[in-house]
């Protein structure tokens, strides 16, 4: 079984299924709409992602989507439709940091957090590990009564939870 | 000058609630000072029984002051200024109730008086460890007093209505005039207040150096209830949110919403960690800092709810209280970090982990993947004030970075939660490895293969394909997950069925009978992919707006929406229009949809009233979003959201699973008398080991 995950030919065949799986990963302008849409907030205040804002008669959303229609009709990319409504009404329109500076610190710190969170929690246990194979092994013959006691406590404790 | 009885018995109680607490807080701590470790500190000093009476009697008089104004807003007394703007005359019964937390100082209350009802529970369950209870009661009558200095002296909720007393209030927010809204903050408030307990039993446990691990079987239950009432306030709001705010979602990433999420994971994280502790005496300093995170991230959520601090849509009760908080925080901060200083050398770990691939280090990556979620949450809504002291311009953190950014957090927690359990304390063999992993290794591929064939394909013209993958990725885990879990209980249920000779459904009972906790912990985890599959339904919503008149059709899905008639009504609490839709699913009827829009006269706020058809597939969810003036024809906006209704089911199962778990075991019980075990069979058990 582990001999197969590290032959040549199960890598060869996972990278042609993700191959096949990016093959065709069009972009309609529908989607683009879509996209780039749920990445603006409502400019009324109500707390909205643009595409969401139901408010009843809002004075906003529906010039902004004409708007959004008519620069993505412009032929611009998804990066200059947001800057130019960055420009008309401010940094707060966009849903998230994505004016790049200092707003690329929020998607990197919980990444950075994460990684090193998996890698230090990893070399923590091989730090403890390799420890624990340099202490003298358990002696269990000739253990005193009290001594088996604590130890049958022991595997009492962490074998039943 | 007018008397006002009732205000004046509310304010009264209040104050009185303040000495008692003070009483409980210097005399308790007096008398914890002068007791020696060895003696009860009830036989010890009369000073600590005092102190936890007064205790007892603070609840007694939070009480009185809340009943004061409920017994208010019942008898509609406008001459209390909270009272006259949270409520009115024509108000629901249930909503007069529901305006005590409606309001800052209301909710303040609701605070004080739950905190106070845990230590009522707590000071009259002393005898399972006077000592520490001893401790943990002044702890929380310390709590208790920053609460009542507020309602005291910065927010009281009985301050008079200065001029002529009004004929009628201005009314309730119509958001929270819903049946949900009666029990969401409530609930809510018994987690957050809730983890008051097991922090003031740990930061006890740490100053009096209590030694072994009783303190933690002690506060086992109390953190499981309290993460449980959480967990019911959280999702009680998520579908409130569903049903009344009539987005088409249950989850906006509101910082309110994320200042009640942040103690969830943390809570979440101890829970598991504990038995770390439990068991093999491991991660002790670990476990008293997530312990007192957990307490101070609801302080912080209370303080992002109050201080304005965010901007927040469903901030209700927004005011200048942050300094309190802040003051309050830091003083917290330091006496636990005084008293984790003063005592690190008693929370020595007495194992190390000792290898990667073991039940505990499953735990710790289980706690590590938490706590990053909690700190991306926690990171997202601090954000925009770090970006304006920063750069000086705010930046604006919604749904769009949270999804990013936590989804494959979330992902890899749900992975953990199949993987974790199928790995043995201490170090697990790759024989063992193979047999557990095999199964739900087959039901993941098997699953991600099935859905592609029928359908979810990420590259696929037309769809969002990071939302595909990540569903895809999700059913197939949860496939894997389902299957590890199931197998875990059919390996134990076939134990015990050749044991028993009895079927395999009463030896499954058998089996959880014998050891609830541990099977009600993996019914949590079968609840929480429940949940997961729900969520992963997002990816595939569809919505549509239509202007309709009579006999105009929509199609959505499967669905056809037809508009038979539209109109208004109105009663004294509001006006109303709305429009009837029958709904017709391959050609038949099937039901017939009501979608309301309302406008409330005492606060002239408007509501949706969202019209839902909710089936196992999809919800069905129908929205009046007023009209067209020009028209004056109803605009309609349809959802349809595939497997919603598995969230919620996914939340019942976790909540069985925790009540479960809070059970005791019935095979305890049924051998009361110790084994005996002859030393052949005792030797060969440790050369075993």
């Known amino acids: 079984m582990f001999r197969l995950f590290r032959s040549r030919w199960l890598h060869a065949a996972i990278v042609c299924c993700v191959a096949v799986v990016m093959l065709g990963a069009g972009d309609t302008s529908e989607k683009r709409y879509e996209r780039v849409g749920h990445n603006m907030m409502c400019a009324c205040g109500c707390g909205q992602i643009l595409l969401e804002c139901n408010h009843v008669g809002c004075p906003d959303s529906a010039r902004m989507i004409g708007e959004l229609h008519e620069q993505l009709a412009a032929g611009g990319s998804d990066k200059t439709v947001l800057n130019w409504f960055v420009e008309k009404y401010g940094a707060t329109i966009l849903a998230a940091p994505l004016r790049g500076g200092f707003d690329n610190v929020a998607w990197i710190t919980p990444i950075a957090l994460f990684l090193a969170a998996i890698l230090g929690t990893a070399l923590i246990i091989r730090i403890w590990k390799s420890r624990a194979q340099q202490r003298a092994p358990l002696k269990i013959k000739g253990m005193s009564a009290a001594s088996t006691d604590e130890l049958r406590e022991r595997i009492r404790r962490e074998t039943h939870y | ?689």
């Open chain 2, 1 to 689: 000058m007018p008397s006002h009885p009732m205000p004046e018995f509310g304010s009264f109680s209040l104050l009185l609630a303040l000495v008692l607490s003070v009483y409980t807080l210097f005399v308790g701590a007096i008398a914890l000072a002068r007791s020696s470790a060895a003696e009860r500190i009830d036989n010890a000093s009369r000073l600590g029984e005092t102190a936890r009476r007064a205790g007892i009697a603070s609840f007694i008089a939070m009480s009185c002051a809340a009943f004061a104004l409920v017994w208010a807003s019942f008898t509609n007394d406008y001459s209390v200024a909270y009272v006259l703007h949270h409520t009115n005359r024509s108000l629901n019964t249930a909503y007069k109730f529901s305006a005590l937390w409606s309001g800052q100082e209301g909710s303040l209350l609701l605070w004080a008086w739950l905190l106070a009802t845990y230590g009522f529970v707590l000071r009259m369950r002393h005898r399972v460890d006077v000592r520490l209870s001893a401790f943990a009661s002044t702890i929380l009558a310390g709590v208790q007093v920053f609460f009542l200095l507020l309602l005291n002296f910065a927010a009281p909720p009985f301050s008079i209505q200065p001029g002529p007393t009004p004929a009628d209030g201005n009314g309730l927010n119509p958001l929270l005039q819903y049946p949900e809204m009666v029990i969401h903050p409530p609930m809510l408030y018994l987690g957050y207040v809730g983890f008051a307990v097991p922090f003031a039993f740990a930061l006890g446990a740490l100053m009096m150096r209590y030694p072994g691990e009783k303190w933690i079987h002690i506060t086992r239950r109390w953190t499981m209830v309290t993460w449980l009432f959480l967990t019911c306030g959280i999702f009680l709001g998520a579908h409130w949110a569903y049903s009344v705010l009539g987005w088409g979602g249950y989850w906006g990433w509101d910082p309110v919403e994320n200042a009640s999420l942040m103690p969830w994971l943390t809570g979440t994280a101890f829970l598991h960690s504990v038995m770390m502790q439990e068991k093999r005496g491991m991660m002790k300093n670990w476990n008293v800092w997530l312990i007192f995170s957990t307490f101070l991230l609801t302080i912080l959520g209370t303080l992002l709810t109050r201080s304005g601090l965010v901007q927040s849509v469903h901030a209700f009760a927004q005011s200048n209280i942050g300094n309190w908080f802040y003051g309050f925080m830091m003083i917290t901060f330091a006496v636990c970090l005084f008293a984790f200083f003063k005592n690190r050398d008693h929370l020595k770990s007495e194992n190390k982990l000792e290898s990667i691939v073991s039940r505990e280090s499953s735990f710790l990556f289980n706690n590590l993947i938490l706590l990053v979620a909690c700190f991306t949450v926690l990171w997202g809504t601090l954000f925009p004030v770090l970006s304006e002291y920063v750069t000086g311009t705010k930046a604006t953190v919604n749904a769009p970075y949270y999804n990013r950014v936590n989804v494959p957090i979330g992902l890899f927690l749900l992975f953990l939660t199949g993987v974790g359990p199928l790995l043995a304390w201490r170090s697990t063999s790759l024989r063992s490895i193979r047999r557990n992993f095999i199964l739900p290794g087959i039901a993941f591929a098997v699953t991600a293969i099935v859905l592609m064939i029928a359908g979810v394909r990420p590259w696929r013209d037309g769809d969002d394909m990071h939302a595909t993958i990540f569903s895809l990725v999700t059913f197939s885990l949860a496939a894997g997950v389902i299957t590890a879990i199931t197998s875990e209980f059919l390996r134990g249920a076939n134990v015990v069925r050749t044991q028993t000779g009895k079927n395999l459904f009463l030896s499954t009972i058998q089996l959880v009978q014998k050891n609830t906790r541990r099977y009600g912990g993996y019914l949590v985890h079968f609840g929480i992919v429940v949940l997961f599959i729900g969520i992963a339904g997002g990816a595939f919503n569809q919505s549509h707006e239509q202007e309709m008149g009579f006999g105009d059709s929509l199609q959505l899905g499967s669905y056809r929406l037809v508009c038979q008639s539209f109109s208004q009504d109105s009663n004294p609490n509001y006006d109303t229009e709305y429009a009837l839709l029958d709904v017709y699913q391959y050609g038949k009827k099937i039901t017939q949809l009501a979608p309301e829009h309302r406008f409330y006269i005492a606060s002239q706020q408007p509501s949706t009233i969202v019209a839902l058809h909710s089936t196992l597939q999809a919800d069905l969810y129908v929205i009046y979003e007023g009209k067209n003036p020009d028209t004056d024809r109803p605009i309609i906006k349809v959802f349809l959201n595939p497997l919603i209704s598995w969230i919620w089911i996914g939340v019942l199962i976790v909540i069985a699973g925790t009540l479960l778990g809070l059970a005791p075991n019935l095979a305890r019980t049924a051998f009361k008398s110790p084994v005996v075990i002859e030393p052949p069979l005792m030797e060969a058990e440790v050369h075993h080991v």
